[in-house]
């Protein structure tokens, strides 16, 4: 099983400066190496607290040379927010610098505000994605490549600056069934989340997946799934609280981001509000790997045996959330849950 942790850089209010939240995210993608996570996640946001990451691209760059041995990856690049002919030219130098460690992985985007100031309309948002992916995939795989479609024109051209990794880094793919079914159909991977529901939540998305795949005539296994998850560990309930909190404020925002419309007064930062599909710190506890050590591995482990993911990209850069106090369940993980869940699934298979 591999092991990934996911960084989203969220600002939960200006007690929190924007390079202490740049810097903490840096560090924990260091410290998730030393615990030897096999990949740190970068997440792609703009004009709000809820990522403060514009590029994960440089994300990569920078935490390439701070690193040496961890997979660093885009969590997504939202493609209908890019031009791709320069976007080949960023993921080629991110793998040069990184040296073949870049996975990248690619979305269309779903924040209306985020469209607007870039002046490109929403619900374009799946046709364009799809056609600049197109144009990734050439521009990966052939020396010099054209591309004539619905939103780009491209005369015969070939990238200077190209991936370490032939043919093209491991491409993963954000999306719902339809971006399940291409990545079954190219030989891709995908994300997968359950937020912040249970059991019948990854039982219903196994079958989604066993469905989509059979649709493509494909094996299930051929493609990774990266499993995001809200997972903390510890015996210590003001923690976990606290980690919870700020869950569920990531969640908030995440829904109102779907329906902003408008600058907010103050600047980027927007308040949460509570919503109808909050769910209370009982019922969080009850559905995700979240309490003593020995619960999250038997937890982990009951889901792993449903989902059957490749990758658990575990949250562990939430609101404002203690930096410390983080990096050392960082440290835990590696110390005590990873190597815990490895070894019962090694036994499993014997």
């Not at 985007?109 to 144009?135: K, T």
């Not at 909050?278 to 790997?289: Q, V």
Request: charged share 20%.
């Amino acid at each position: 099983m591999e092991f990934a942790t996911f960084i989203l850089a969220a600002q939960r209010g200006y007690h929190q400066s924007s390079d202490s939240v740049i810097r903490n995210s840096i560090q924990q993608a260091i410290v998730s190496e030393q615990a030897g996570f096999g990949t740190a996640w970068f997440a792609e946001h703009h004009f709000n607290n809820y990522s403060l990451i514009p590029s994960p691209l440089m994300m990569v760059a920078h935490c390439a040379g701070v690193t040496n041995t961890i997979r660093l990856g885009t969590a997504v690049c939202v493609l209908p927010l890019y031009q791709p002919q320069r976007l080949l030219s960023e993921i080629g130098f991110a793998d040069i610098v990184a040296n073949g460690r870049l996975e990248l992985g690619v979305g269309s985007g779903y924040q209306q505000f985020e469209f607007e100031r870039f002046g490109v309309h929403i619900d374009e948002a799946p046709a364009v994605f799809s056609e600049y992916l197109d144009i990734l995939l050439k521009g990966l795989n052939q020396k010099v490549f054209e591309h004539d479609g619905q939103y780009e024109t491209i005369p015969p051209t070939a990238i200077s600056v190209r991936t370490v990794q032939k043919p093209t880094p491991p491409i993963w793919i954000a999306g719902g069934p339809a971006r399940m079914e291409r990545a079954y159909r190219e030989g891709h991977n995908f994300f997968v989340t359950a937020f912040h529901d249970g059991l019948e939540a990854l039982s219903a998305l196994r079958g989604t997946i066993e469905k989509t795949a059979a649709c493509e005539g494909r094996n299930v296994t051929d493609a990774k799934i990266s499993l995001l998850r809200c997972c903390y560990a510890s015996d210590d309930q003001a923690e976990i609280n606290s980690y919870l909190d700020n869950a569920r404020f990531q969640r908030r925002l995440s829904e109102a981001l779907h329906q902003r419309r408008q600058q907010s007064h103050d600047g980027y930062l927007l308040q949460e509000t509570p919503t109808q599909q909050d769910l209370s710190f009982e019922t969080m506890r009850k559905n995700l790997p979240i309490g003593s050590v020995n619960r999250v591995i038997d937890r982990l482990l009951e889901e792993m045996d449903i989902l059957k993911p490749d990758q658990i990209a575990i949250q562990t850069q939430l609101g404002d959330f203690d930096q410390k106090t983080m990096l050392r369940q960082i440290e835990l993980w590696g110390d005590r849950i990873i190597p815990a869940i490895n070894k019962s699934l090694g036994h499993a298979q014997v």
